[in-house]
């Protein structure tokens, strides 16, 4: 079996055999991680350039990580360094990019849509690392690979998305997978957050952390952006921990321990709570140790089916 | 210049004619209409059997580019793209550089479309209802309409403060010309770049919601109670919302009109899923319910006008990220294909309505002279064949600009000919 695409560009419209394919592939890889020598030679010759147009660490260095534990040959790009402050257009940029024979290319753009945008104008397998406010495919699929570690399935699991739907990539990319893989997905936020019309994607909405509680085995908690209180969409970070602030106190209430997630970077103590972040019932780490298995799965998939 | 346009159905809303007609046109002028006329070698014969003699298309919302961004359309390619889609006439919007906000302006943008394509396409500027279309200080009104100008627009942009809107219908009332105005409270539509709903949520854009539509709307319909006199005109009608303000403000009698482009009453905001630029345009594409309204506001009558909102922009500028490409895509050389495809094929108008919209009704909006089939006028014809089916190739386009999304439709129904002010062309 192989995957349809030639580029992973989003989590909607993916099959669920794609899906379980890539969560398959991914449990070898999670084995590699554990091993002395961790790298792998099955993208050897092969270029990947990681083009982030966005700030991020921890996805940028996963990313580079799986490449390389692949024996990829690997360019990594940021705005920093990038020709986009001189004027150069995305298409631009790209071909310049591709005219050095690359063969793959990692994106992370502001924009929702870049990455179509981008396997538009190249020939490279094209790997979506973030699109604005659409879709964060290797972030979802390394959030289903962890609660299906944790838990052994997917179907019929009660997973919620906590926070700011409106903005978030990671909640788009869960939805589309878990609910495909048949989990039962809702979202919780302040209702100036949550987009219209999304109760059609398959989830319930709830804007009461105390109605999810009880009903739910994983809260997957999002991180709050202080812009959005200058645009108006929250009156202000204290009301927003008191009210939708994952704590420690307010999970105590479920009937059993809810697993909690969270993409990173932290807020401490404004979406959640420290000490229920370093608790035992949280995942955080282990969806970044399985971000490196999930990308290199990816990666081993569209980088060897050509 | 001695034509016979022989066997062709007159399609005529003016003398309500709708009929087998024969035409002899001679120097511009209608010699003789009647039926099976004979006429002597020196006439070329035009077979129009199976094919529509219309009077003059007329698209009421076109943005020519020129002064000032000749690299998307001059007012020379946008005449000619007009002529290649049967339209004899253009209103050409403001949001120019410099507006079209003074005298000097109207009068070259005028001026200047008499020069391009033999003069075939008659040229009315619509000027800016303010300076700089900046929405603060009324636009010298009265010089504009003396240089030409058929409307008032600050088009692009609504004239968002009351205060301006109302002083704007109030001195435009003086001169019976119409403010044309783009429906939309910008204060809700500051970042979005497609509707507001359900796709927008999936593809995780920020949207322009229907209902800063109907908000500018409801506004102006208040405003117009109060400035009776005033003409109003909603340009680019696009949600079930605003139409339904204008049915129940036309229903109370009050002076009020609108128009849809083919793409409103076509696509849906489905499209813009894989962030095609060309489905990018404000106001943006609705969803499947507010393209149903507009087809039932188009044979109720509620919806008076078709026009493009023809936008061009360069293949540079519109290939780029969604949220950075500019809004808009040409309509001109497509409009007539998709109104029979979509309106006359499947019975939402008759040919005999299609024309109305086209044609008598924009010129009734400007004020503008009728078009009158009789013998001893001035010949301003649109020749359509109805049945002619044939494939959108934006490379074949007259315009400078290829941004359409309707490249590889097949559509039924185009123009044939155009003949205007002593000139004839036959596509």
Same mark, same amino acid.
């Given at each position: 079996m192989k995957l349809k695409s030639r580029h992973?560009?989003?989590?909607?419209?993916?099959?669920? #055999?794609?899906?379980?394919?890539?969560?398959?592939?991914?449990?070898?890889?999670?084995?590699?991680?554990?091993?002395?020598?961790?790298?792998?030679?099955?993208?050897?010759?092969?270029?990947?350039?990681?083009?982030?147009? #966005?700030?991020?660490?921890?996805?940028? @260095?996963?990313?580079?990580?799986?490449?390389?534990?692949?024996?990829?040959?690997?360019?990594?790009?940021?705005?920093?360094?990038?020709?986009?402050?001189?004027?150069?257009?995305?298409?631009?940029?790209?071909?310049? @990019?591709?005219?050095?024979?690359?063969?793959?290319?990692?994106?992370?753009?502001?924009?929702?849509?870049?990455?179509?945008?981008?396997?538009?104008?190249?020939?490279?397998?094209?790997?979506?690392?973030?699109?604005?406010?659409?879709?964060?495919?290797?972030?979802?699929?390394?959030?289903?690979?962890? @609660?299906?570690q944790k838990f052994g399935s997917l179907d019929g699991l009660r997973v919620c998305m906590v926070g700011d739907i409106t903005h978030s990539r990671v909640a788009r990319s869960n939805i589309y997978g878990l609910t495909t893989m048949g989990a039962e997905v809702s979202v919780c936020g302040p209702n100036t957050l949550i987009p219209r019309e999304i109760e059609k994607l398959g989830v319930k909405v709830f804007h009461r952390l105390e109605d999810v509680i009880p009903r739910v085995d994983v809260l997957n908690v999002l991180r709050i952006q202080l812009e959005r209180q200058k645009s108006g969409l929250f009156p202000s970070l204290r009301e927003y921990h008191r009210f939708f602030g994952v704590t420690k106190e307010k999970v105590a209430k479920a009937p059993k321990p809810i697993t909690i997630m969270h993409p990173g970077p932290i807020n401490r103590d404004v979406e959640l709570s420290a000490d229920l972040a370093d608790s035992e019932h949280s995942v955080i780490l282990q969806q970044v140790t399985n971000g490196v298995a999930i990308r290199m799965a990816v990666l081993y998939l569209l980088g060897t089916s050509n | 210049m001695k034509l016979h346009l022989k066997g062709g159905r007159l399609v005529d809303p003016v003398s309500g004619k709708d009929d087998s007609f024969d035409l002899l046109i001679v120097d511009g002028r209608i010699e003789k209409l009647g039926k099976n006329l004979s006429a002597d070698g020196s006439y070329t014969i035009v077979d129009m059997r199976e094919k529509i003699i219309a009077p003059g298309f007329i698209d009421m919302h076109v943005h020519l580019r020129e002064p000032g961004f000749e690299h998307k359309e001059t007012i020379e390619t946008g005449c000619a793209a007009a002529a290649a889609g049967g339209f004899t006439a253009v209103c050409c919007m403001p949001n120019t550089n410099p507006a079209i906000d003074e005298e000097s302006v109207a009068l070259y943008v005028r001026e200047k479309g008499k020069t391009v394509c033999e003069g075939i396409v008659d040229v009315y500027p619509i000027a800016a209802a303010t300076k700089g279309r900046e929405g603060a200080e009324l636009s010298p009104m009265a010089e504009l309409a003396q240089a030409g100008a058929v409307g008032f627009s600050d088009d692009g942009s609504p004239i968002a403060s009351a205060e301006i809107m109302r002083r704007a219908l109030e001195y435009s009332s003086m001169y019976g010309i119409p403010i044309i105005q783009h429906a939309e409270e910008s204060t809700m539509t500051q970042e979005g770049c497609m509707n507001e709903g359900l796709t927008s949520t999936r593809l995780g854009m920020l949207g322009i919601p229907p209902v800063a539509e109907d908000l500018m709307i409801a506004r102006d319909i208040i405003l117009l109670r109060y400035i009776s006199k005033a003409r109003y005109h909603v340009a680019h009608i696009s949600t079930a919302g605003a139409l339904d303000h204008v049915k129940k403000a036309k229903k109370e009698g009050l002076n009020l009109t609108c128009e849809v482009t083919p793409h409103h009453f076509t696509l849906t905001d489905e499209a813009v899923t894989g962030f095609d630029t060309n489905t990018k345009m404000n106001p943006p594409l609705r969803t499947a319910g507010d393209v149903a309204a507009m087809k039932e506001g188009l044979r109720e009558g509620t919806i008076d006008v078709i026009a493009t909102d023809h936008a061009p922009h360069t293949i540079d500028e519109k290939d780029v990220e969604y949220t950075q490409a500019p809004f808009g895509i040409v309509g001109l050389e497509t409009a007539i294909g998709l109104s029979i495809t979509e309106l006359v094929e499947k019975k939402v108008l008759t040919l005999f309505q299609l024309v109305e919209k086209l044609s008598t009704n924009p010129r009734r909006i400007l004020s503008l002279p009728t078009i009158k089939m009789a013998e001893g006028e001035h010949a301003n014809l649109t020749l359509l064949d109805p049945a002619i089916e044939w494939t959108v190739n934006i490379e074949s386009f007259h315009s400078k600009s290829k941004n359409s999304p309707f490249n590889g439709w097949r559509l039924k129904g185009r123009a044939i000919g155009v003949i205007n002010n002593g000139k004839a062309r036959f596509m």
């Open positions: 992973l560009l989003g989590l909607d419209g993916m099959s669920k #055999e794609e899906i379980a394919l890539i969560l398959d592939t991914a449990v070898s890889f999670r084995e590699i991680l554990d091993r002395p020598i961790k790298k792998v030679p099955p993208l050897q010759g092969k270029t990947v350039v990681n083009l982030f147009f #966005e700030s991020s660490t921890r996805t940028r @260095i996963s990313f580079e990580l799986a490449e390389r534990r692949l024996s990829a040959d690997v360019v990594s790009f940021s705005t920093a360094a990038s020709s986009v402050s001189k004027g150069e257009t995305l298409k631009d940029t790209a071909r310049n @990019i591709e005219a050095m024979k690359i063969d793959m290319v990692v994106i992370r753009h502001p924009a929702a849509g870049s990455a179509h945008f981008l396997s538009r104008v190249v020939d490279a397998n094209v790997i979506n690392a973030g699109d604005g406010g659409h879709e964060h495919p290797t972030q979802g699929l390394l959030d289903m690979y962890t @609660i299906w | -």
